[in-house]
């Protein structure tokens, strides 16, 4: 096993919401994060944080052998990896790479046998939770991969959660969160319906939300986004975008199987929508945007 030149470095590629509230805990937490995203504002704001931007993944991995990867999709996880200035560049190659991009299940488990064969430990980890869930140590790390890598890196993990579970081998983490993102997503959406149907009728919306948080109707939809939809408040903490790429990765993945999801098709309609008026980087609450539009 490599060694780090500090035992307290850690690697960061994509500095986003969600890489920057991983950011935060890290920092925080007594780690010299070295991180790099392609918008240099972001990498300004690492340093401003504390930490130290530099300009390629391949210098990311000259300085730290763990490394999170928080990116938009499996091809650009490969591309940061394998492409030209990527992490295998390095004089050394990193020992743990663990990617919370929530990925395409097959493309994640072949990245992992490829870099098996290099002696590098993959974990894909996908972060069930927003990134204000992640800044308040509530969001959940869905783990897949070695199960000895996973019980390794438990106190890294433990930095920026209270809650992370083994879910299996390489894949298995893309899989989980694919498959909860779904529900989590029709939980959001009836939430915003029916919202907007207590409004039409005369509701207070407010003391309504309070009563569906004691009723059998409740979800967690309603702690995280019902204040937000309430109030109009649509500051990004999960974007509609990133949701749309995942019921895409979702709905190809499902036909493949030959799987007709007809929620997840209707819910893709209305963030299609929602994107295409310019809206795509609104947070998810926004999808009562478009029920009221619609309305």
């Known amino acids: 096993m490599q060694k780090t030149d500090t035992p307290r470095t850690v690697g960061l590629v994509g500095l986003g919401l969600v890489g920057t509230a991983i950011s935060e805990h890290l920092i925080s937490g007594g780690y010299r994060v070295i991180g790099f995203d392609i918008d240099p504002a972001r990498c300004e704001a690492l340093d401003k944080r504390g930490g130290v931007a530099v300009k390629s993944p391949v210098e990311v991995a000259s300085h730290a052998d ?3 990867l928080s990116l938009m999709t499996t091809e650009v996880v490969c591309q940061v990896i394998e492409a030209e200035n990527g992490l295998l560049e390095a004089d050394r190659t990193p020992h743990l790479i663990i990617d919370t991009t929530t990925g395409t299940p097959p493309e994640t488990i072949a990245l992992g046998e490829r870099l098996q064969t290099q002696g590098i430990e993959f974990l894909d980890a ?8 992640i800044r308040d140590r509530e969001a959940l790390f869905l783990v897949g991969g070695s199960e000895h890598a996973y019980r390794a890196c438990k106190p890294l993990l433990a930095t920026i959660t209270n809650k992370a579970l083994y879910v299996g081998p390489t894949g298995s983490g893309a899989k989980v969160k694919l498959a909860s993102n779904l529900i989590l997503g029709l939980n959001r959406l009836a939430l915003a319906e029916g919202l907007v149907f207590a409004e039409h009728i005369g509701l207070q919306l407010e003391p309504f939300l309070e009563i569906l948080k004691q009723s059998p109707a409740y979800s967690v939809a309603m702690d995280v986004k019902g204040e937000k939809m309430i109030r ?3 500051s990004p903490q999960a974007k509609v975008s990133q949701h749309s790429k995942d019921l895409k990765i979702i709905l190809e993945y499902a036909n ?4 007709t999801l ?4 209707l819910h ?3 963030l299609a929508g929602l994107i295409e008026q310019g809206d795509g980087d609104l947070d998810c609450s926004a999808v009562i945007k478009a029920l009221r539009d619609k309305s």
């Open 66 to 68: 763990q490394i999170f």
């Open 126 to 133: 996908p972060i069930s939770g927003s990134s204000q869930q």
């Open 256 to 259: 493949k199987s030959d799987r």
């Open 262 to 265: 007809p929620m997840a098709q």
């Open 232 to 234: 109009g408040d649509f």
């Open 268 to 270: 893709q309609q209305i």
